[in-house]
């Protein structure tokens, strides 16, 4: 008998809402045709097929060219939400991108192999850099360097800054070699190394970010990290602990265009950082146009190809991956049949494939072909290509039946999971056990030095001048408690080693090389090609050994920033 | 019934018919009820628990559980209107304002998160649409008339006793002077002492307004202190209809008498009570003849034929068993 | 009343302090040790480990340090500074803190509009088609996992309509999204729940008397059946809003915006354990607070248990959980 | 000879008499021998049984249940590709012939991935749920049951527990022990100790003042025998709703847990992180959303149809 409301459509109403989100959302692909245009290559400047994308040097566009169209604001996406300004922190994706754009240091490198002596480092800070000995450098500074307070920045203010640096112990090149500072005058001082070691000088120059010490030791915490007396070309604006940050050109005390490094540029007067971490989260922000400028997964990065509103600049990834064995005798791979076989049970390009980029460099050594000292027949001859049968041989040959040997892989939790799994398989088919221990960074960290908790890991480096010095971070026995990296105590590679970081000729350079490949102590993996879409008023964009310089990027006449 | 009375009649149900779903069974809680009530007047529905009288007085004001009611067939004329086909508004002004009930057990019947005074002056509101202030006046005003002192109006439910909480749920009742009052076992929940009180308190406002009353009970003192007329019901249907005086001077269904026998009565001396044998029959089950004839002690085979029709005794004295007739006889 | 508010805070501190030492001596026995982590990647000498471990303090007792944190803790609300940055730990969660309580809010919020009246609906028409069609959808929202419906909302509102931004921190339009995310989770709990409740008031006497009053079936569900079914929606209420505090750290992570999920998770993951310590004491405490709250609403909605609040003091009996 | 009847057997037990032997239940009136469900002891595992197969959820809810389980045992032969095997080839792709459902990133087979991760979901549903119902529930049996100074320290103890969100519990509970299927499993089953021993607590107080613990006590029969023979007979009822629905809660955190890297390793393919890691393909890709995330959400709707339907059955009073 009750009178039967008439909200019946409410119900419909709900269901159909949740129809069209489904729709929505999984019809990306569908309806996301009308800027699709069949893949053809788009007009924007896209890097071809196998050229290589080694980086020699990078000629910096000369410096009219690039302030040629001066831009307002630029918005940037990064895939990083700590936000750190400070003078002083640890090395993460937005300070990578802003520690030269807010803080000075003494020199600049341009491209990798940019070297002191032969002038190669761009002078920001230095006036003049010589060399008395191994060990001290005597510096003259510019007597007009001011921070964004106004406070002058003299020698004592440098020093003070390089011991606090060391004191802090965030970058580690600094405390190996950076010993220690004597002010000579107010505007001269001399730095004490603690190696002559080739390169030494070049990380203390450029790795010191110099603040005023009057400043920073006024500041209270917060102001420190948040709202800090900068020396780099911009200051920062609008703080937000975990989203982003604005960089804001300030009048910076070195007027003649001449002398500036590139980071010096301030060829946009507003820097936007927005922390965005969720990769489909940074192409919706770009399609969307929140924002100017993202890195993209290689997945997202077909809509973005074919459509002619975005430029794409890829790069190769700066850090190279590459596989430690666990050599010591608590491990399995102490056998160097064992070593080989797993060596040959898997393919690199599977690997790269797994980790979602159908682009990168197969690498012949631990150290990628990118630096002056590398032998390029290496490429030639053969490495570790996947062959299955023989990695059963050699398994057999170490006394192990099908699948009776059992590796464990060492992971940490924030690297893709897409290579460790297919690593997996790819040793599971060939008769190995595999299984994957996942860390998180710090313990993964802490277990890397632990020789019971490990047999082989994968791990990336950057490399910065020569082959050499990468070698000897990787297998100098100077580096680590016990051997190499890979616990490895052998006398034969320390002096292979050694002869090859004191003469880089050819003949030294292969014995090295072939002894630790033969040996399989290390293999090298690959570095995958990067990608950056930028919206198209930005002509292109100064890379400078896989980050970005903002401040010193190229605008087209008719650029206008999305917000 | 005659002519002339009818214009004075307040109330009359015609063939009164309720069921009620429980799972997959089906409960025929009343059967063909009919009955009139003129106004002023107090009628009595007296019968075990589980007869059906408290549906019958549900479905009056109609707020029997809807989720739970399988048909509810019959008219029920209010002053000439059927109540069953009113519509939503016209049955909320009705609810209250013309007809309003009295509930058995006070300590559930009013709402414990509100005031007192606020449950009373609410009903008020909605039906003369005074401001706040004048309904509030009104709430203590009743207060006072059903003997609670008027600066407790704020007050909340917890804080009354059971039978302070009926006074409040008959001033509730009773706040727009209601034409009938239907009152289902008011005085059941509460002891002995405060019975009395409120047969009294509910006798007094009933004349002083000149409301009607249909009152629901199982105890025959009551209906013999307050009620003009009576009903017994038995297992959804009337077994025995007349005055005060005829049901209770000469009962003469087997189940009145059944019931006066369970009564200790003080000039007799019994050594025991003689109580109805048996329980009332299942519900879920329709039988035909007579509803009684499992617990009659004068039952017979013929008793099962009976066609179940009231037959008249005397003036307005009606029994629906064939043997009630003989009694007059001998 | 107040009184009892006292007393209430009164037993939170101690209830604190346990959380806080429990806290610390488990981030005591964790692998790791604090000082290797203070100095970051690559590999130290051991004396500068040493180093560090003095300048931390790492060195001296365990009670003398558990003394000095929980002295810093209760005085001045400091939690330490994090291992990893070295960053004011207070700051970070001070800044972090209202993007967490705008989520949690809006969530609440949106719960007990479309909540309550679709609970109430389910009640007053239970077992019609109508009610099991919104159980059905509520429970598919439930089983949808949050970073999946996040995503979708994006897709549909951020990108097809463009009406709202897509992720990130500002005005009130960037939290639209990220709300409707979180709080669809929770909906198909908070409607049964409330639809339980109403059924059992709606089938008592109270509302059949309110009935009887000639009131109209909206005022007796809202203004009679409604009250009385509260106590059991606001346990649920203030249990999920405490939940919420502690950051709804999936959706913080897809629309990145800075709240106290993503800063513990973090910190967990770079072993930051005074970062996490602070980070859980905080939310204790917060969690505890809306407990209060919850609990003086009760006295609020009904007035029995004000009562009880306020006889309860006279007599020192201490108030039934 | 009069039948007696007692009709809707609300709340007395066991009142109505028993004729013959056990096997035969009471008969009935003229209404043919159908069993209605009125006849059988409230509480009992055959009255509970009774009412859900009337249930017409709860039926498809067991059903699918059943049919999950008895895919994923059976997956290992029934599909023709391992859930580990790679088919580098065809990547990413869609539903086809080769492969039923489509291919994840790395070309290992959907179908046969959702099939055999169905293990390792209902694996942590019910084992989490499992260790949560047997802490909590004593823990809850003992506060409710002793009351007093016991009581007191076993609540401000739950406070503390409940005061950690279950997401932030178990990511430090991975942290701390590492990641893994077991640790997953404790970490949820932890966190929900909380629930449980509260509901438990509930209802042990309002049981053991009814009369019934009462009359026990009169006669003197042991404190274990009190708890193990009545008290927790008859709250079980309201947690074996809670238990169902925890299945369900549990199985969908495992996705969030695998979200922040911390649930089941690579390569078992457990629901919640195949659905985590396909995340970023939702636009390209949706087969690679799709595919577990609707066998999530069968299951959790079957087990939350379940605790409906066996909420219904033991507590009458909302049935209508």
Not at chain 3, 34 to 60: C, D, F, W, Y
Not at chain 3, 187 to 195: D, E, I, K, M, S
Request: with cysteine; proline share 4%; net charge negative.
């Amino acid at each position: 008998m009750k009178k039967r409301k008439e909200r019946k459509w409410l119900a419909l109403l709900v269901v159909v809402a949740m129809i069209c989100v489904m729709l929505a959302g999984c019809g990306g692909k569908g309806n996301g045709a009308e800027n699709e245009n069949g893949g053809t290559s788009s007009a924007s400047q896209e890097s071809e097929e196998g050229e290589s994308t080694k980086i020699k040097a990078d000629e910096a566009a000369a410096v009219s060219e690039i302030m040629e169209n001066p831009a307002e604001k630029i918005v940037i996406a990064v895939d990083d939400d700590t936000i750190v300004a400070g003078p002083f922190a640890n090395s993460s994706g937005v300070r990578n991108l802003t520690v030269y754009t807010l803080w000075g240091t003494l020199a600049y490198r341009p491209y990798i192999g940019a070297m002191l002596e032969d002038g190669g480092l761009e002078l920001v800070m230095a006036k003049s850099i010589t060399k008395e000995d191994d060990t001290t450098y005597d510096v003259e500074i510019y007597d007009n360097i001011t921070d964004s307070l106004g406070n002058s920045i003299k020698a004592s203010d440098i020093v003070f800054s390089l011991d606090k640096l060391s004191e802090l112990g965030y970058i580690t090149y600094i405390n190996t070699y950076y010993e220690s500072g004597e002010v000579v005058g107010d505007y001269e001082f001399k730095i004490h190394l603690k190696s002559g070691e080739e390169g030494a000088i070049e990380q203390v120059l450029v790795n010191g970010t110099i603040c005023s010490q009057e400043w920073y030791e006024g500041a209270s915490d917060d102001e420190i990290q948040a709202d800090p007396a900068t020396t780099g070309p911009y200051k920062v604006t609008n703080f937000q602990t975990g989203s982003g940050m604005t960089l804001e050109a300030r009048d910076y005390w070195k007027t003649n265009d001449d002398d500036k490094s590139v980071v010096e540029y301030q060829n946009v007067k507003q820097i936007v950082i927005k922390s965005i971490t969720e990769p489909s989260m940074r192409s919706v922000a770009l399609e969307n146009s929140e924002v100017d400028l993202a890195e993209i997964n290689a997945i997202d990065l077909e809509r973005f190809e074919s459509n002619s509103e975005y430029h794409v600049t890829k790069y190769a990834n700066a850090m190279n991956d590459y596989m430690i064995f666990n050599t010591s005798d608590d491990s399995v791979c102490s056998d160097v049949k064992v070593r080989q076989a797993v060596a040959y049970a898997f393919d690199t390009w599977t690997l790269l494939l797994a980790n979602g980029h159908d682009q990168g460099e197969l690498h012949h050594d631990v150290c990628p072909n990118a630096t002056p000292d590398y032998v390029d027949d290496w490429d030639e001859d053969p490495y570790y290509e996947m062959d299955v049968e023989k990695a059963k041989e050699l398994l057999k040959e170490a006394g192990y039946t099908e699948g009776e040997l059992k590796i464990r892989i060492l992971k940490n939790a924030s690297a893709p999971n897409g290579p460790y799994e297919s690593l997996q398989a790819m040793l599971i088919s060939a008769g190995i056990d595999a299984e994957i221990n996942q860390y998180d960074r710090s313990l993964f960290l802490t277990y890397m030095q632990d020789n019971t908790m490990w047999d082989i890991t994968i791990y990336s480096e950057q490399v910065l001048d020569f082959t050499t010095t990468y070698w000897s971070a990787l297998f100098s026995e100077k580096n680590y408690e016990h051997g190499t990296q890979g616990f490895t105590e052998d006398a034969e590679l320390q002096k292979l080693l050694a002869a090859a970081c004191a003469d880089r000729s050819e003949e030294n350079m292969n014995a090295f090389h072939d002894y630790y490949t033969e040996q399989c102590y290390m293999i090298g993996l690959y570095n995958e090609t990067k990608s950056i879409v930028t919206q198209s008023g930005i002509k292109s964009l100064c890379l400078v050994r896989g980050d970005i310089v903002p401040q010193a990027t190229v605008f087209d006449s008719g650029y206008a920033s999305v917000e | 019934m005659s002519e002339e009375n009818k214009k004075k009649e307040l109330l009359e149900v015609k063939n009164l018919n309720v069921r009620y779903k429980s799972g997959q069974a089906t409960v025929y809680a009343v059967n063909g009820i009919s009955l009139e009530l003129e106004k002023g007047q107090t009628l009595g529905l007296v019968g075990e628990t589980g007869a059906g009288k408290t549906t019958i007085a549900k479905s009056i004001l109609r707020i029997l559980p809807d989720y739970a009611i399988e048909t509810l067939e019959g008219e029920i004329y209010y002053e000439g209107k059927d109540i069953l086909k009113l519509s939503d508004k016209e049955l909320q002004n009705l609810r209250g304002h013309e007809i309003s009930m009295i509930f058995q057990d006070p300590m559930t019947a009013l709402n414990p998160v509100k005031t007192v005074s606020s449950q009373i002056a609410e009903g008020y509101r909605k039906h003369h649409g005074c401001p706040r202030a004048e309904a509030n006046r009104k709430a203590v005003e009743m207060l006072e008339m059903v003997g609670i002192p008027g600066e407790r109006a704020d007050e909340y439910p917890h804080q009354f006793s059971g039978g302070m909480k009926q006074r409040v749920v008959i001033a509730m009742a009773m706040a727009c002077s209601p034409k009938l009052l239907i009152a289902d076992e008011p005085t059941t929940a509460l002891d002995v002492t405060i019975q009395a009180q409120v047969l009294d308190l509910i006798k007094n406002v009933k004349e002083e307004i000149g409301t009607a009353m249909l009152l629901i009970t199982h105890d025959l003192g009551v209906v013999a202190e307050v009620c003009d007329k009576v009903c017994v019901i038995y297992a959804g249907r009337i077994v025995e209809s007349g005055s005060k005086e005829d049901i209770f001077d000469k009962p003469s269904h087997p189940y009145t008498r059944g019931l006066f026998a369970a009564l200790p009565d003080l000039d007799k001396d019994v050594e025991r009570l003689t109580p109805i044998e048996g329980l009332l029959p299942d519900p879920t089950v329709r039988e035909d003849g007579c509803a009684f004839r499992s617990r009659c002690p004068h039952a017979c085979h013929a008793c099962r034929e009976f066609d179940n029709e009231l037959r008249e005794l005397a003036p307005g004295h009606y029994t629906r068993c064939w043997r009630g007739l003989q009694d007059r006889e001998d | 009343m107040i009184r009892y508010v006292v007393k209430r805070l009164v037993i939170l501190i101690p209830t604190l302090l346990v959380v806080a030492i429990i806290m610390f001596t488990l981030m005591d026995f964790v692998p790791g040790d604090p000082a290797v982590i203070a100095l970051g990647s690559g590999n130290h000498t051991q004396e500068e480990i040493e180093l560090k471990r003095e300048s931390m303090g790492l060195n001296k007792p365990y009670i003398t340090r558990l003394g000095e944190y929980l002295g810093n803790l209760i005085f001045h609300f400091d939690f330490g500074t994090s291992i990893v940055d070295g960053t004011q730990i207070k700051t970070a969660i001070s800044d972090r803190f209202p993007n967490t309580l705008k989520i949690a809010l809006g969530s609440i919020l949106v719960t007990i509009i479309v909540g309550l009246p679709l609970g109430v609906r389910t009640a007053v028409r239970a077992n019609t088609w109508e009610d099991k069609i919104s159980l059905f959808i509520t429970l598919l929202l439930d089983c949808m996992p949050s970073f999946w419906v996040g995503l979708l909302l994006v897709l549909l509102f951020a990108l097809k309509l463009g009406w709202l931004p897509s992720s990130g921190v500002g005005g009130l339009k960037y939290f639209v999204l990220p709300v409707i995310a979180n709080s669809l989770g929770g909906l198909a709990g908070f409607t049964r729940q409330t639809r339980a409740s109403m059924l059992e008031v709606i089938r008592s006497d109270l509302v059949t008397t309110a009935r009887s009053k000639g009131l109209s079936e909206r005022e007796v569900i809202y203004g009679h059946a409604l009250p009385n079914a509260l106590i059991p929606i606001i346990t649920i209420v203030g249990m999920r809003f405490g939940q919420m505090l502690g950051g709804a750290t999936i959706i913080e992570v897809i629309f990145s915006i800075p709240g106290l999920g993503p800063y513990l998770v973090n910190g967990i993951g770079s072993q930051d354990y005074t970062v996490v310590t602070g980070g859980i004491i905080f939310i204790a405490f917060s969690f505890a607070i809306i407990m209060l709250l919850t609990d003086l609403v009760y006295a609020f909605v009904d007035p029995r248990i004000k009562a009880q609040y306020v006889a309860r003091n006279r007599k020192g009996g201490r108030k039934d959980e | 000879m009069s039948r007696v009847e007692n009709v809707g057997a609300e709340k007395e037990v066991g009142k109505e008499k028993k004729h013959g032997g056990h096997g035969k239940m009471g008969r009935h009136g003229g209404r043919g021998h159908k069993k209605s469900s009125e006849s059988l002891k409230p509480g009992s595992l055959a009255y509970i049984w009774h009412s859900i197969s009337h249930n017409k959820g709860a039926v498809m809810g067991m059903v699918l249940i059943v049919l999950i389980v008895l895919l994923s045992i059976l997956s290992p032969y029934l599909c023709r590709w391992g859930y580990a095997e790679l088919d580098v080839l065809n990547a990413k792709s869609g539903p086809s012939l080769t492969h039923l459902l489509g291919c994840d990133e790395l070309g290992r087979d959907l179908l046969s991935r959702v099939l055999y991760g169905a293990r390792y979901t209902l694996y942590i549903g019910l084992a989490g749920t499992a260790l949560s119902v047997v802490i909590g529930v004593t823990l809850g049996a003992i506060a409710g049951y002793f009351g007093g100074l016991v009581d007191s320290c076993v609540m401000r103890f739950l406070d503390v527990f409940q005061a950690f969100p279950q997401l932030i519990l178990a990511m430090a509970f991975c942290a701390v022990f590492g990641s893994g299927l077991n640790n997953c499993v404790a970490a949820l089953g932890l966190t929900g100790i909380a629930g449980f021993a509260r509901l438990m607590r509930a209802n042990i107080l309002r049981i053991r003042d009814m009369e019934y613990i009462e009359a026990s006590v009169s006669i003197n029969c042991p404190t274990r025998k009190i708890i193990t023979g009545h008290i927790i007979p008859n709250a079980v009822s309201p947690i074996i709703v809670e238990i169902a629905m925890s299945i369900s809660r549990n199985g969908l955190a495992s996705s969030s847990l695998s979200f922040l890297g911390l649930g089941v390793r690579p390569p078992y393919p457990e629901w919640g992180a195949m659905l985590a890691g396909a995340r970023n393909y939702i636009r390209d890709c949706p087969h690679m959303v799709i595919v577990p995330g609707v066998f999530i959400v069968i299951c959790v709707l079957s087990f939350n149809l379940i605790g409906d339907a066996l909420r219904d059955a033991l507590d009458p009073k909302l049935k209508k």
